[in-house]
């Protein structure tokens, strides 16, 4: 039996060391990472969750046995709720739901019509009322459930306003909205996916349960949880900042050819892949990336857990 010298030895147990500590340092970067994206995530969610608590078995309603013994649903609707009021350039119509999807279309003229279509298997949709606040920046549209609390009512009101608890209730309420040229829309909802296509305006949307989809000439800002997001933006002069979050699903993101913007996309669980050429300011992988589009300036933000990142280059 041969024994190897001590400084073969010693460098075999140095380069082994080195592997470990490689694979630490990295296993470490990732969890770092992980444990940041999930906070920033984690902070949407509590913040929107804030204002709209779902029972985990609202849903769970048990319908009609056929004579073939398969499961039948009965569904009830209500009368379709329908606003419509002129809007000015500058202003923006906000809708608020909890459960349902929220779909925004361009409108041929000045005039902002909503139409929002109330359903449910168990519950009265009657039970839940649409709300319209008009305010100085535009206008604001609920749904509004009735509350567990007496004392406490569901109100409606603009931006982060607003109490909206809900507790066994399966009404579904889905909106549909023609958005006038220069018009911001915002739709926010909690089960629901969201569609905002072909608009000549700003756009904000949030959901926790659902994809979005966005097209518009303006910009736009898309968070989620649980669901795709696919934007196509128009305007590349955004103030400040933008920010495209989900947890689970991919995040692509068609951007102006001549976008100049200081960027920061991060993935967990996927790769990221850009059309645009990069000034990378710190080490480029295919989960991170950190740099200058053009002249930089304005801030943009990708982030998603399980999923990948694509920004693609319009005309």
Not at 257 to 285: C, H, W, Y
């Amino acid at each position: 039996m041969t024994t190897q010298p001590p400084e073969k030895m010693r460098y075999k147990v140095i380069l082994i060391l080195l592997v470990g500590l490689t694979a630490y340092s990295t296993a470490m970067r990732d969890l770092n990472r992980l444990q940041e994206l999930a906070s920033s995530v984690h902070e949407f969610t509590s913040g929107w969750l804030d204002a709209g608590v779902i029972t985990a078995n609202a849903k769970d309603v048990s319908g009609a046995q056929s004579s073939c013994g398969s499961s039948l649903r009965q569904t009830r609707s209500a009368a379709e709720f329908h606003w419509t009021g002129r809007m000015a350039p500058g202003l923006g119509v906000e809708i608020k739901g909890i459960n349902g999807d929220i779909s925004a279309e361009p409108a041929a003229g000045a005039e902002v019509v909503v139409v929002a279509k109330r359903r449910a298997e168990r519950s009265d949709p009657n039970s839940v009322s649409l709300k319209v606040v008009e305010h100085p920046a535009g206008v604001t549209i609920c749904a509004v459930y009735p509350s567990d609390e007496p004392d406490s009512p569901n109100t409606c009101e603009p931006g982060k306003g607003g109490l909206m608890s809900v507790r066994n209730n399966d009404v579904e309420v889905d909106f549909s909205v023609r958005v006038p040229a220069g018009v911001a829309f915002e739709g926010g909802t909690v089960n629901g996916e969201i569609r905002a296509t072909s608009l000549r305006g700003n756009v904000v949307t949030h959901t926790v349960n659902g994809a979005i989809q966005i097209s518009t000439s303006g910009y736009a800002e898309a968070k989620t949880v649980n669901g795709e997001i696919s934007a196509t933006i128009g305007d590349g002069n955004w103030p400040d900042s933008l920010e495209f979050t989900t947890i689970n699903g991919q995040i692509t993101l068609a951007l102006p050819a001549s976008l100049s913007t200081q960027i920061r996309a991060d993935t967990f669980n996927g790769e990221i892949l850009s059309d645009f050429p990069l000034s990378v300011q710190r080490k480029m992988s295919r989960k991170h990336l950190s740099g200058t589009i053009g002249n930089g300036g304005r801030e943009l933000f990708l982030k998603t857990l399980n999923g990948s990142i694509r920004l693609q280059r319009t005309s």
